[in-house]
């Protein structure tokens, strides 16, 4: 009987584990979804940050984001002069920091996405400088797909007071 018991009680924890595991996921999900409708809103009432910073293993929030500052920044026109997408292995922070500081043509921002940001996870907290005084009539978005930045060192600080920084999980 004590074997039945022991064995009983094994699976009673690891059931509660997964539980509170699925829960926490759960938690995290709805946070994430909660912040998504809360950026979302703002760009579609063209309240817009100087720097999204998008991060996180969901990438598809990271898409949506993107996709919603595309359609909201610029109308079709504009957009020739006024955005720059960037890729992360065939850039460099220098690049995107030359784009970033270009002023817009005949329209009120210019938009810079650099996608595939994690490329640049070795250099990209040269970016703090930026991140600190930027630019007000540039929209700069940064994709960091599946993994995030430390949240320890100073360019994270600084992406939290002077950015949206959005975390997918």
Request: proline fraction near 2%.
């Amino acid at each position: 009987g004590s074997k039945m018991y022991r064995l009983f009680s094994l699976i009673l924890v690891i059931i509660e584990y997964a539980w509170n595991a699925s829960f926490c996921i759960l938690q995290n999900w709805k946070k994430t979804l909660n912040s998504l409708q809360d950026i979302l809103k703002d760009i579609q009432e063209r309240r817009f940050s100087p720097i999204y910073f998008l991060m996180g293993e969901e990438s598809y929030f990271i898409d949506r984001v993107e996709r919603e500052l595309y359609h909201n920044v610029l109308s079709e026109e504009e957009r020739s002069f006024n955005q720059v997408v960037l890729y992360g292995k065939d850039t460099t922070i220098d690049q995107i920091l030359d784009a970033a500081k270009r002023f817009p043509m005949m329209t009120e921002y210019q938009l810079v996405i650099v996608r595939e940001a994690q490329e640049l996870s070795r250099v990209i907290d040269q970016l703090e400088i930026y991140v600190n005084d930027p630019q007000t009539s540039t929209v700069l978005v940064i994709c960091y797909k599946y993994k995030s930045i430390d949240k320890r060192k100073k360019f994270y600080k600084a992406l939290q007071q002077h950015a949206v920084l959005f975390e997918s999980k």
